[in-house]
C-alpha cells in the first residue's frame, strides 16, 4: 500500500537510505518549537477555503552553474494555479520570501507542488527538486510555520515554508423575498 499523500515527503526514506537517516524531521527543524506528532495528523477530505502560503528560502541546492552557484526559482502550482518566486542570482541558498494565496475547493487536488528550478539564459531551466504540501495537513493544523521539507529528485536540497489555512467563509446572503403577503 502506497503511503504517498499522506507523509511528507521527508517522512519516506530515499533509495540507498538507511530507516535511521529517514527521520521525519531535519535537525533544523527539531530545534524549532513544535508541538510533535501532531504536526503529522490531517483533516479527512479537502476542504474548501484559503492557503496563504509563504516561501522563506532553501538550503544546501545544488551547484548547476559554472562556477559552483546557481539562479534559483520555485514554482508554486495547485490544480489551475500558479506562481513563481522570483529568481535568485548566483546562490545556494536564495530568500525568496514570496507570499501566494492559493484557493482551496472542496474535494480538490491534496497536494500543493513545489518546484525548483535553475533559470538559465540559454536552453531550459534545470530542475533542482521538488516537494509537496498536503493541504489536508493545513486545514487540519490551521497554521504550520518555518517547516523545512528535504527536495526529492536531486542531491541535495531543502526548502523553509509556512502556511496558514483560512475556512471558505461565504455564506449565501439570505434572499430579500418578502413570505408575509
Same mark, same amino acid.
Given at each position: 500500500?502506497?503511503?504517498? $499523500?499522506?507523509? !511528507? !515527503?521527508?517522512?519516506?526514506?530515499?533509495?540507498?537510505?538507511?530507516?535511521?537517516? #529517514?527521520?521525519?524531521?531535519?535537525?533544523?527543524? *527539531?530545534?524549532? !518549537?513544535? @508541538?510533535? +506528532?501532531?504536526?503529522?495528523?490531517?483533516?479527512?477530505?479537502? *476542504?474548501?477555503?484559503?492557503?496563504? +502560503?509563504?516561501?522563506?528560502?532553501? /538550503?544546501?541546492? /545544488?551547484?548547476?552553474?559554472?562556477?559552483?552557484? @546557481?539562479?534559483?526559482?520555485?514554482?508554486?502550482?495547485?490544480?489551475?494555479?500558479?506562481?513563481?518566486?522570483?529568481?535568485?542570482?548566483?546562490?545556494?541558498?536564495?530568500?525568496?520570501?514570496?507570499?501566494?494565496?492559493?484557493?482551496?475547493?472542496?474535494?480538490?487536488?491534496?497536494?500543493?507542488? +513545489?518546484?525548483?528550478?535553475?533559470?538559465?539564459?540559454?536552453?531550459?531551466?534545470?530542475?533542482?527538486?521538488?516537494?509537496?504540501?498536503?493541504?489536508?495537513?493545513?486545514?487540519?493544523?490551521?497554521?504550520?510555520?518555518?517547516?523545512?521539507?528535504?527536495?526529492?529528485?536531486?542531491?541535495? $536540497?531543502?526548502? *523553509?515554508? @509556512? #502556511?496558514?489555512?483560512?475556512?471558505?467563509?461565504?455564506?449565501?446572503?439570505?434572499?430579500?423575498?418578502?413570505?408575509?403577503?
Amino acid at each position: 500500500a502506497s503511503l504517498r $499523500g499522506l507523509l !511528507p !515527503p521527508q517522512c519516506s526514506p530515499r533509495k540507498g537510505q538507511r530507516p535511521s537517516e #529517514a527521520g521525519v524531521k531535519t535537525t533544523e527543524s *527539531l530545534s524549532a !518549537p513544535t @508541538s510533535g +506528532l501532531s504536526d503529522l495528523t490531517y483533516d479527512d477530505k479537502v *476542504l474548501p477555503g484559503r492557503i496563504r +502560503l509563504l516561501i522563506h528560502k532553501a /538550503e544546501e541546492l /545544488e551547484k548547476k552553474d559554472v562556477g559552483g552557484k @546557481s539562479d534559483p526559482y520555485v514554482v508554486i502550482s495547485y490544480e489551475t494555479q500558479r506562481s513563481e518566486t522570483q529568481v535568485c542570482k548566483k546562490t545556494i541558498s536564495p530568500v525568496w520570501d514570496h507570499e501566494v494565496w492559493v484557493d482551496i475547493s472542496e474535494n480538490g487536488d491534496n497536494q500543493i507542488t +513545489l518546484e525548483l528550478f535553475d533559470k538559465d539564459k540559454i536552453g531550459k531551466d534545470e530542475k533542482m527538486g521538488r516537494t509537496t504540501i498536503d493541504v489536508r495537513r493545513i486545514s487540519k493544523q490551521k497554521k504550520l510555520s518555518q517547516i523545512w521539507d528535504n527536495l526529492i529528485g536531486c542531491k541535495s $536540497g531543502k526548502i *523553509l515554508w @509556512s #502556511a496558514e489555512f483560512f475556512f471558505d467563509t461565504m455564506v449565501q446572503e439570505p434572499d430579500n423575498t418578502n413570505f408575509a403577503k
